[in-house]
C-alpha cells in the first residue's frame, strides 16, 4: 500500500473516529482561523494579531456573558485577562481597517445584496461606560436605561453579520462621538489611533447618527453601490434622503405615516392636491394592491403574502434643485386596516414586488440578532472607554461572522440561500433590467442604476 493511500486512509479514520459535535467545532476552527488570518493583517505585530485570534475565538466559545475575564478563563487565566484588557481598551490599533478587511471578506465569498441599518439597545444599570443614559428607543416605541448603537449588517444570499458600528452619544455636547472619543485620549486613555468616519458633528441627532454610520461604512469599505435598507423608525425624512443622493447609494428607508408628501403622478388621486400624508396617499391607491410572495426568514422554507402598492411621489424642498423622485412604497399585512410599513426610495424603476422583498432583508437582520448578538457578545463590554467598545463589537462582528459562515444563513434565520433571499428576493426580480412598464418616463439617477446592474 502506498504512502498516500495509508494517508488517505487515516485521514478518512480519524473523521470516522470524530462526532458529529466534533467535526462541527473544528469546522468552526477552521473557518474562525482562515477569517482571521485575512482580515487581523492591518495588525502591524504579530502579538496584537494573535490576541485578535484569541478573542474571537473566546468570543465563540465561552458560555454565558463575554466580559474580558470569561474570554480570558478560556484561553489563561488572570495573566490572559490583564493582557486582553489592553488589547481592547488600551492598545493603539485601528479598528476601521479591520472592518473593511471584513466587508471585503464577505463580498468576496457570497456577493453582498444589500446593506441593512438596526438600532441596537444595549441595557446597562451602571453610570460609568460611556454613552449610558435614561432615553426613549424609537425602533421599541419605549425606555429603557443603557447605550443605543446602530448597526450596518452586510446581508447576501448567505450571510447576514455586522460589520460596522456607531454609538448614539447625546450628552457628549456639541461633538458626539467624536468628542468622547478626543475626551478618552486627551484623558490619558493611552490611545492614540484615529477615529475614522467620526469627526465633529455638531449638535448630531439620532437620525444623523444612524446616517452617519451607514455612510461611513460603506464609503470605507469601497465596494461597488448596492441599495441600503434603513430600518430605522422614521429616518426617512427629507435630510436622511438628500446626504444618500449626495453620496450617490441608493436607499430605501423607513418613513412616517404623516410625512408630507408631493404625489408625482397625474393619473393618481392626489395630483396637483399639494402635499399630503404618506399615509393618505396611500389609502387612497388601495385599489391598485397587488399580492406579493416572500420567504419568511422566521420559518425558513414558509412564504407569505402581503399587499403592496407604490407610488411616485416627490418630498417637498424649499430648493428645486433637491426636489427628486421617490417611490413611497406600502405594505398591507391585513387589507382591511392602514398599511403596516411604509418606505420611501429613490429605486425608482424598480416593481414594487421586488422591492416589498428587498425590505425584507430588514426582517432577516432582526431574527438574526435576535438569535446571535448575544451568542458572540455584542452587547457585552463593561469598558468605560470609547474605543474599547468599539475594539469589542469589531472583534464580536468578525466572531458573528466566523459563526455565521461555518454554520451557514439558515442558522441565523435566513432562509436557505435557494429560497429566494437572493439581489431582489427572486430571480429575474428586477435587478438587471431595473425598469418596469410605465416607469420609463423618470429620470434615475445613475449610482441608483449601478446599483440595480
Given amino acids: 500500500m502506498n ?29 474562525t482561523e ?19 485570534r484569541q478573542y474571537v475565538r473566546g468570543l465563540l466559545a465561552t458560555r454565558g456573558r463575554k466580559s474580558i475575564r470569561n474570554i480570558a478563563a478560556q484561553i489563561g487565566g488572570p495573566a490572559a485577562e490583564q493582557s486582553l484588557h489592553h488589547f481592547i481598551s488600551s492598545s493603539t490599533w485601528d479598528w476601521q481597517p479591520i472592518r473593511t478587511a471584513l466587508s471585503r471578506y464577505l463580498e468576496s465569498s457570497t456577493p453582498l445584496t444589500a446593506w441593512v441599518a438596526q438600532p441596537m439597545a444595549i441595557p446597562k444599570g451602571g453610570d460609568h461606560s460611556v454613552g449610558v443614559g435614561h432615553r426613549f428607543d424609537p425602533h421599541q416605541g419605549q425606555m429603557f436605561r443603557g447605550q443605543q448603537a446602530f448597526g450596518i449588517w452586510f446581508t447576501s444570499a448567505d450571510v447576514i453579520t455586522p460589520v460596522g458600528w456607531r454609538l448614539f452619544l447625546p450628552e457628549q455636547g456639541e461633538e458626539g462621538e467624536a468628542a468622547a472619543y478626543e475626551a478618552q485620549a486627551a484623558g490619558g486613555g493611552g490611545d492614540g489611533a484615529s477615529v475614522p468616519g467620526s469627526g465633529p458633528v455638531p449638535g ?21 453601490p448596492r441599495p441600503v435598507i434603513m430600518d430605522i423608525r422614521d429616518i426617512g425624512t427629507r435630510s ?16 412616517s405615516p404623516s410625512t408630507r408628501l408631493l404625489v408625482t403622478d397625474p393619473a393618481l388621486p392626489g395630483h396637483g392636491a399639494g402635499t399630503l400624508a404618506a399615509r393618505d396617499i396611500l389609502q387612497s391607491v388601495k385599489g391598485l394592491r397587488a399580492p406579493v410572495e416572500w420567504p419568511d426568514p422566521v420559518h425558513p ?50 416593481p414594487a414586488a421586488p422591492l416589498l422583498r428587498l425590505t425584507k432583508q430588514a426582517r432577516r437582520v432582526a431574527v438574526a440578532s435576535t438569535q446571535s448578538v448575544q451568542e458572540v457578545g455584542l452587547r457585552d463590554f463593561a469598558g ?3 474605543p474599547g467598545w468599539h475594539r469589542h463589537v469589531t472583534m464580536a462582528s468578525v466572531a458573528h461572522a466566523a459563526r455565521c459562515l461555518s454554520a451557514g444563513a439558515g442558522s441565523a434565520g435566513a432562509g436557505s440561500a435557494g429560497a429566494g433571499w437572493g ?8 435587478w438587471g433590467g431595473a425598469g418596469s412598464a410605465g416607469a420609463g418616463r423618470l429620470a434615475v439617477p445613475a449610482y441608483a442604476r449601478a446599483a440595480l446592474a
Wanted: aromatic fraction near 4%.
Fill in 204 to 224: 448630531e441627532s439620532y437620525e444623523e447618527c444612524a446616517t452617519t454610520g451607514v455612510l461611513d461604512t460603506v464609503r470605507q469599505c469601497g465596494m461597488p
Fill in 301 to 350: 422554507g414558509m412564504r407569505r403574502n402581503s399587499l403592496v402598492a407604490a407610488v411616485r411621489v416627490m418630498m417637498p424642498d424649499p430648493s428645486p434643485a433637491r426636489r427628486r423622485h421617490l417611490l413611497l412604497l406600502g405594505e398591507w399585512t391585513d387589507p382591511r386596516r392602514l398599511p403596516s410599513q411604509l418606505w420611501v426610495t429613490d429605486l425608482v424603476r424598480m
Fill in 384 to 386: 468605560r472607554s470609547l
Fill in 34 to 52: 482562515d477569517l482571521c488570518s485575512t482580515v487581523f493583517t492591518s495588525l502591524r505585530r504579530r502579538d496584537q494579531r494573535e490576541k485578535g
Fill in 240 to 255: 436622511t434622503m438628500n446626504r444618500f443622493a449626495e453620496a450617490r447609494l441608493p436607499v430605501i428607508a423607513r418613513i
Fill in 423 to 430: 439581489a431582489a428576493g427572486s430571480a429575474g426580480a428586477g
Fill in 3 to 31: 504512502t498516500v493511500v495509508r494517508k488517505e486512509l487515516s485521514v478518512v479514520g480519524a473523521q470516522a473516529g470524530r462526532g458529529p459535535a466534533r467535526l462541527h467545532r473544528d469546522h468552526v476552527a477552521e473557518v
